[in-house]
């Protein structure tokens, strides 16, 4: 039996009488990299921060590195990376200054931090920037950068929400390389995205319609499944029958 | 601790990259704790008066030419009539009118008295009610000295009964000096708005821009994170406290006459009040411009309701009850009583005491109200 | 002009989407008003004073009921010596002294005259004046009462008028000078976050590739919040009317044109603010912490600008709220017609252009 870093059961979130994540349940295993889809406003980001210790469940429970979301946010914090839609470095701290400072506090030891930031730097290919200021640097860098940042500490799992938004297509396909790297080193992937090419770089993937999980599966049994050929097909049939309009 | 070790050396270079607010911090401050108190005197000379005279008498010149040289008057005019004396009131060039009837002197030596009118622009008050009493003490002067009045005088003093004499003195401040008063009163207002605005506008940015969700996704405690911001702000403030500590000997040679280690003491606990009250702004607002607003209208009342420049006492009994739910108030208070009057630790025990309150009560709930998890 | 329209339009649903912001930006001065409306006051009372009586006897003892029938003081009574007097008043709360030496009323009597000490905590000068003056008209009008002999014999007496303000309303001087304050601050923050909040969200670079004209952009940010201080203006207004009882002498329409002129001008210099700045931070500390106290000494309702020094004095020439306070007392209060104010509103029109050209000119800079 493989190893589960997330196990997912009956998670709910209300506002209100507005269900943002209704009862969905999902185990997801040690180096597996999970595809999370959905239209806008379907409940990933909201999903996303439950698991990550940000928002409390309205109810049911889920297990993230063997800690519950309902109570243990803060071993849950101990033990993953988060990259937030929205970049989330410090604009005003330069690339070393932010290494320093996400690792430091993540707990990784100065020695630690002041070697592999060097080496981290160069495989980047930034040296040259390594001092300018992060907001200096153009947005396929940044990305790039937060990922780096977010798996320093060596987490368990790194959760990233729509980290390649805005990114062109050679940086994405560069940025994947890096995931799949961090993947075959043990890190287990969270991953919410739009596009339906990186969808088939994933494990598995679920599509979520209207805070439900209506899919559950390999890109390829999906597409059997559905009898598309390509996951852009199996998300139109899915998302299509969404009663909820995006953001 | 390592964390916090972390999050200040984050916090400090943050602050120093940015020149603008570093000026902001310190910079605008002292200048405004150099040029602003010069502003600031409530002495009121100089009283604009104007004079409609219609007994032209000896004795009514005697009383213009009275006032005039008292040295509180200035005589702007003399008008031919109420109606056009009232003109200067109105146009702002007139503070007073007084008008001498006719028969002003007849009247005054056949029946021993005379009234005469004085208008006031009453809309503003004290310059109003001062006039008034310099207006009445000159006059006093003159009546005791009216030649008519002296001819009695040899015999009135002979069986003189019931004279009050009355002697005062103006302790800590003999020369009524207003800067005295007013420049420790600006000092703390500017340690107070740094402290206010800067605590909250730097949080809330933090959430405007996003970065605080990656800092609520790590490991960071609540504790370590709100230390982390309060540390550097604190410094800033003391350091500005001591610059401007300096400045007001500097320029105005005014040094404490009460202990300086027990004026550090208490500005140190009043920073950390002030900054649990940016702080709790912050946990409340969601963009820098709420936050703004909100530290603005807190401050507004911190500096008009607060005995800085207006006094407390006078205000009715609501007033002054919100008066003392702000920590300015009481800070002012024990600035004042140690840096002019000298006074000690057990003076101020109890104001101090308020202020910790504060202290204890405003970072509470702050950290209360400040959630890693929502 | 319909495309204005439009635009006008989008500033105002941004505006009022956010019901929070507007509450915040439009209740809380408001609420300033009415608090520093009631609260502030030019008159000092409730003066804590200490009666240290040693000689306990008739006269003493009517004085001290005279000072205590006034509201002026707040009377504290204990026989003290002289050491104690210092370690009284670095106490704080005791802010003035009278002592009646030992056999008071007998000297009165028998020498004719009699010495009473005030000692005042002079650190607040003003109070520390006030209250010497009020203690010296109630001995003095004890003695005229009690011995009427004493009396000068010739007298002129004075007989005063408050004009424009009878009941002698010590909050009078206040109104408007909150009111000028309070509109330059919150006109000028709210629109010098307007342009910096659209460089900032990086929005203003899609306006700016749209066919307005600059001018009109500039235009379109203020119409909305020129509308919502008008509106502020009058609520202010009616709660000065209404709940502090201070009524419009003189002509309404007057004062809502000085009015508009004045927000124009706040305006005017927050776009400036705003075009002149990169960030929503640095435009709020300028237009907030780094004005207000500039604002609040010059604009000269609580300290007077004539006992300013010239250089000062000078400088106060430049802040709007000054000649609007003296506009707003001068028709509000006084109930004077535009002749008296012609100049003050000449100088506040004069100001409007020069910030509103200057800020456009910033703006178009920023453009090539």
Redesign the interface.
């Known amino acids: 039996m493989e190893e589960k870093v997330i196990v997912c059961k009956e998670l709910t979130k209300r506002f209100g009488d507005f269900y943002a994540v209704d009862k969905i349940s999902f185990d997801v295993s040690k180096g597996e990299i999970f595809g999370f889809l959905g239209a806008n406003g379907a409940g990933k980001t909201t999903a996303m921060r439950i698991l990550?210790?940000?928002?409390?469940p309205s109810s049911g429970d889920a297990l993230v590195a063997g800690f519950s979301v309902r109570n243990q946010?803060?071993s849950i914090?101990?033990n993953?990376g988060?990259m937030?839609q929205?970049?989330?470095?410090?604009?005003?701290?330069s690339i070393l200054?932010n290494i320093?400072?996400?690792g430091?506090?993540?707990?990784v030891s100065r020695k630690e931090i002041k070697d592999r930031s060097y080496k981290l730097v160069g495989e980047l290919g930034l040296q040259k920037e390594a001092k300018k200021?992060v907001g200096s640097l153009p947005l396929g860098w940044k990305q790039k950068l937060a990922f780096s940042v977010s798996i320093f500490h060596h987490p368990k799992i790194v959760?990233l929400d729509e980290p390649t938004g805005g990114v062109d297509p050679v940086t994405r396909r560069q940025f994947w390389d890096m995931i799949y790297d961090a993947s075959a080193s043990g890190i287990t992937i969270f991953v919410t995205t739009h596009y339906m090419d990186e969808a088939e770089y994933c494990n598995r993937i679920s599509v979520m319609v209207d805070g439900k999980m209506e899919a559950l599966d390999t890109p390829g049994n999906l597409k059997t499944k559905y009898g598309s050929d390509s996951m852009e097909d199996v998300f139109y049939k899915l998302a299509r029958a969404a009663k909820r309009t995006g953001d | 601790m390592?964390?916090l070790?972390?999050?200040l050396?984050?916090e400090f270079?943050?602050i120093f990259?940015?020149k603008?607010?570093l000026a902001?911090m310190l910079g605008?401050p002292i200048i405004?704790l150099i040029?602003?108190p010069?502003?600031?005197?409530?002495?009121?000379?100089?009283i604009n008066l104007s004079v409609v005279d219609n007994d032209h008498s000896t004795y009514s010149q005697q009383?213009i030419t009275e006032i005039g040289s008292s040295g509180y008057f200035r005589i702007i005019s003399a008008d031919q009539s109420y109606r056009q004396a009232?003109e200067h009131?109105?146009?702002?060039s007139s503070d007073l009118i007084m008008e001498l009837p006719d028969g002003f002197e007849r009247n005054?030596?056949k029946e021993?008295?005379?009234?005469?009118?004085?208008?006031?622009?009453?809309?503003?008050?004290?310059?109003?009610?001062i006039g008034?009493?310099y207006?009445?003490s000159v006059?006093n002067d003159?009546?005791?000295n009216?030649k008519?009045?002296q001819v009695?005088l040899a015999d009135?003093l002979t069986?003189?009964?019931?004279?009050?004499?009355?002697?005062?003195?103006?302790?800590?401040?003999?020369h009524?000096?207003?800067k005295?008063?007013f420049v420790p009163g600006?000092l703390v207002?500017?340690l107070t708005?740094i402290g206010g605005?800067m605590t909250a506008?730097n949080i809330v940015?933090e959430k405007e821009?996003?970065?605080i969700?990656?800092i609520?996704?790590?490991?960071?405690?609540k504790w370590e994170f709100i230390l982390g911001k309060l540390i550097p702000f604190w410094i800033i403030g003391m350091i500005l406290f001591s610059i401007g500590l300096c400045v007001i000997w500097g320029v105005y040679g005014i040094t404490s006459t009460g202990s300086l280690p027990l004026l550090y003491v208490v500005a140190g606990i009043y920073m950390i009040a002030l900054l649990g009250f940016g702080l709790l702004i912050s946990t409340y607002c969601?963009?820098?411009?709420?936050a703004?607003?909100?530290?603005?209208?807190f401050?507004?009342?911190f500096?008009?309701?607060s005995g800085l420049?207006?006094?407390v006492?006078?205000?009715?009994p609501w007033?002054q009850y919100?008066s003392e739910f702000t920590p300015v108030e009481h800070f002012i208070?024990i600035v004042?009583?140690i840096v002019?009057?000298?006074?000690?630790f057990y003076?101020?025990l109890t104001?101090l005491g308020y202020i910790s309150i504060f202290a204890i009560v405003l970072n509470g709930w702050a950290i209360w109200n400040y959630k890693?998890?929502? | 002009m319909k495309q204005l329209l439009v635009f006008v339009k989008k500033e105002f649903k941004q505006v009022f989407r956010d019901p929070?912001?507007l509450l915040?930006?439009f209740g809380?001065?408001i609420?300033?008003i009415v608090?520093?409306g009631?609260?502030?006051?030019?008159?000092?009372?409730?003066?804590?004073i200490l009666i240290s009586d040693h000689s306990k006897d008739v006269v003493t003892t009517e004085i001290v009921s005279k000072i205590k029938a006034t509201n002026y003081f707040i009377v504290h009574e204990k026989t003290m010596g002289d050491q104690e007097?210092?370690k009284t008043?670095?106490?704080?709360k005791i802010q003035c002294i009278l002592i009646f030496p030992d056999g008071f009323n007998n000297e009165?009597?028998h020498q004719?005259?009699?010495?009473?000490?005030?000692?005042?905590?002079?650190?607040?000068?003003?109070?520390?004046?006030t209250m010497?003056?009020y203690?010296?008209t109630i001995?003095?009008e004890?003695?005229l009462q009690?011995?009427p002999?004493?009396a000068?014999?010739?007298?002129?007496?004075?007989?005063?008028?408050?004009?424009?303000?009878?009941e002698?309303?010590?909050s009078?001087?206040y109104i408007p000078g909150?009111m000028a304050l309070?509109l330059m601050?919150?006109c000028t923050?709210l629109t010098s976050?307007s342009i910096v909040k659209e460089k900032e969200l990086g929005t203003m670079e899609i306006l700016l590739v749209s066919p307005f004209r600059p001018v009109m952009v500039l235009v379109a940010k203020a119409v909305p919040y020129f509308i919502l201080s008008l509106v502020n203006f009058t609520i202010i207004l009616l709660l000065s009317v209404f709940l502090l009882h201070i009524d419009v002498r003189g002509s309404l329409l007057l004062l809502y044109a000085e009015s508009a002129l004045f927000i124009l001008t706040c305006l005017s210099l927050g776009l400036l603010i705003s075009n002149s700045t990169n960030a929503?931070?640095?435009a709020?500390?300028?237009s907030?912490?780094?004005m207000?106290?500039?604002t609040?000494?010059?604009t000269g309702f609580?300290?007077?600008l004539?006992?300013?020094?010239w250089i000062?004095r000078t400088v106060?020439n430049i802040v709007p709220s000054k000649w609007y306070f003296?506009i707003v007392?001068?028709v509000m209060?006084?109930g004077?017609g535009f002749r008296?104010v012609w100049k003050e509103t000449l100088i506040l029109i004069f100001m409007t252009v020069v910030l509103l050209s200057v800020a456009l000119k910033k703006f178009k800079i920023r453009l090539q």
């Open positions: 990550c210790g940000l928002s409390y946010q803060e914090k101990k993953i988060y937030s929205r970049f989330s470095l410090y604009e005003n701290l200054e320093e400072f996400f430091g506090v993540y707990g200021m959760f | 390592r964390n070790r972390f999050l050396q984050k270079r943050q990259r940015d603008i607010i902001m605008v405004q040029i602003i010069w502003a600031m005197n409530l002495n009121i000379k100089n009383l009232l009131i109105e146009n702002g005054l030596i021993g008295r005379q009234t005469i009118g004085i208008s006031v622009d009453a809309i503003n008050g004290s310059r109003a009610s008034r009493a207006l009445g006059i003159f009546n005791a009216l008519i009045n009695n009135t069986k003189t009964q019931g004279f009050i004499e009355i002697t005062y003195s103006n302790w800590f401040n003999p009524a000096e207003y005295y008063f600006v207002l500017l708005m605005f506008l940015r821009v996003g970065t969700e990656q609520n996704v790590t490991p960071i405690k969601d963009n820098q411009i709420q703004m607003f909100v530290a603005f209208f401050i507004l009342i500096i008009l309701m420049f207006t006094s006492q006078s205000m009715p007033a919100i208070k004042r009583m002019l009057k000298g006074s000690g003076d101020v104001e890693k998890t929502s | 929070r912001t915040i930006m809380l001065p609420a300033q608090l520093f009631f609260a502030l006051t030019s008159e000092v009372k409730n003066i804590d007097i210092e008043f670095k106490g704080g009165l009597i004719g005259k009699s010495e009473v000490q005030i000692i005042a905590d002079g650190t607040d000068p003003n109070t520390a004046k010497i003056n203690l010296t001995l003095n004890y003695q009690k011995f002999s004493s000068l014999r010739y007298q002129i007496r004075t007989e005063p008028r408050m004009l424009f303000n009878e002698d309303n010590g009078m001087n909150v309070i601050l919150v923050a976050v929503q931070q640095t709020l500390l300028i907030m912490m780094g207000m106290l500039p609040i000494i010059f609580i300290f007077p004539e006992n300013m020094p000062l106060s003296i007392k001068a209060l006084k004077l008296f």
